[in-house]
C-alpha cells in the first residue's frame, strides 16, 4: 500500500480566502469612510413591541421622561404575552368537534354532548365493543367549550362584585382544573389561553382588594398611599391578614397544578408580605418538579415565566432555572 503525497502548501493557499491590505487598522482612530447601505424593507408586526428596532422618527423625539419610562418597561412584558398567546391559539387551530374523556361539572351548563339512542347505542354495541367501551367519551363543539369559559369568567367576575369571594375562588379553582386533562392534545394550546386569561383576572382582583386594605380602612378613610417600591414593612396588619388568609385558602387545593396555577396567579401579592417575593418562585419552581404529565408540566412552566416578571426585581436566573429542571427532568 503507497499513501497518496499531499502539498499541504498548496493546498493551503488554494483554499484560503482573498486578502487585501486596509488602509488603516480597524480598531485605529482613524474613522474609516461609511459603508455603503441599501434601503431594506422590512415587514414590520405591529403587535410585538421590539426595543431594538424603532421608527425613523424616534432620532428627532426628545429623550422620554423618566417617569413614563417605569412604565414602558412594565408594560413590555403583557404585550409579549398578549403577542404570544395569540400567536399560539393561530397556530394550534382547533377542530370542530373536541371529545373528552370526561365531562367536568363546569362545562355540562352549556356544553350539548351529543345523546344516542338505546337502540343506537346497542347496535354500536354488537358492532364494535371496543368502541362501546369507551362510551364515556364525550363530543362537544369548540364554540360551546370557549363560551362556556368566557361565562365562567364572567361568573367569577360577578361573584366577586357581589362580595362573594369564595364563589369566586371556588370557579377558579375548576378552571384551573381544566388544565390536568391533556387528553386532548390539539385543544390544549386554546384551552391553556382561555384559563391563564380567568388566572390573570383572579390575581389582578385579589391584588387590588389588599392594596384598597393597606391604603383605606373599612369606613373608607385614607391610611397611606402606597409607593411603587413600597415594602412589607408599610403594610398594615388587616392587608397581611388578608394576604396570608389567601395564600392559605390555596394552599389547601389538594391537586398540585390547580394549586401551583393559582399561587401564580396570585405571585405579586408576595410583596405585602416580603421583602423578597423571588424565594416564594423558588419554592414553585421547585414544586412543578411533581408534574408527571410532560405537556401540563411544560405550559405551567410557560404560565410561571410570565408570572415572575410582574415582580419588581424579578431575577432572570430563576427563569433559567424553570426551563432547567423542565430539560433535565425530561
Not at 410585538?48 to 418597561?73: Q, T
Not at 367501551?133 to 367576575?157: C, F, H, M, P
Amino acid at each position: 500500500m503507497e499513501f497518496r503525497p499531499r502539498n499541504y502548501t498548496a493546498e493551503r493557499e488554494s483554499h484560503a480566502l482573498p486578502r487585501l491590505r486596509a488602509d488603516a487598522h480597524p480598531l485605529s482612530a482613524t474613522p474609516s469612510p461609511p459603508l455603503p447601505q441599501a434601503d431594506v424593507v422590512e415587514r414590520v408586526n405591529c403587535d410585538f413591541f421590539d426595543p431594538l428596532r424603532g421608527n425613523d422618527n424616534e432620532a428627532m423625539v426628545e429623550p422620554p421622561d423618566p417617569d413614563n419610562l417605569r412604565d414602558v418597561v412594565d408594560n413590555h412584558p403583557t404585550k409579549e404575552w398578549t403577542s404570544f398567546r395569540r400567536l399560539l391559539m393561530q397556530r394550534f387551530p382547533v377542530t370542530k368537534m373536541v371529545s373528552m374523556s370526561s365531562m367536568p361539572d363546569l362545562l355540562m351548563r352549556s356544553a350539548k354532548s351529543h345523546e344516542k339512542s338505546s337502540t343506537s347505542t346497542h347496535l354500536e354495541e354488537l358492532d364494535d365493543p371496543q368502541k362501546f367501551a369507551d362510551e364515556g367519551v364525550k363530543v362537544i363543539t369548540w364554540q360551546e367549550y370557549v363560551s362556556r369559559l368566557q361565562e365562567l369568567k364572567d361568573e367569577i367576575n360577578r361573584s366577586w362584585l357581589a362580595e362573594d369571594r369564595v364563589t369566586s375562588l371556588k370557579l377558579s379553582i375548576k378552571a384551573a382544573k381544566l388544565l390536568m386533562d391533556t387528553s386532548v392534545s390539539e385543544f390544549y394550546p386554546t384551552l391553556f389561553v382561555l384559563v391563564t386569561d380567568i388566572m390573570d383576572m383572579l390575581g389582578e382582583l385579589v391584588w387590588q382588594r389588599i392594596k384598597r386594605k393597606a391604603e383605606f380602612t373599612e369606613d373608607g378613610a385614607l391610611l397611606c398611599n402606597l409607593a411603587e417600591n413600597f415594602k412589607a414593612s408599610d403594610i398594615c396588619s388587616d392587608a397581611k391578614e388578608t394576604c396570608n388568609n389567601w395564600f392559605s385558602k390555596i394552599g389547601v387545593v389538594q391537586e398540585l397544578l390547580p394549586r401551583i396555577y393559582l399561587e401564580l396567579a396570585i405571585l405579586p401579592c408576595w410583596r405585602y408580605l416580603l421583602d423578597q417575593p423571588e424565594d416564594s418562585l423558588q419554592r414553585l419552581v421547585m414544586m412543578t418538579r411533581g408534574l408527571g404529565d410532560p405537556v401540563a408540566s411544560a405550559y405551567c412552566r410557560l404560565y410561571m415565566a410570565h408570572c415572575a416578571q410582574k415582580l419588581v426585581s424579578h431575577d432572570i436566573g430563576i427563569l433559567v432555572n424553570v426551563f432547567a429542571y423542565a430539560y433535565f427532568n425530561v
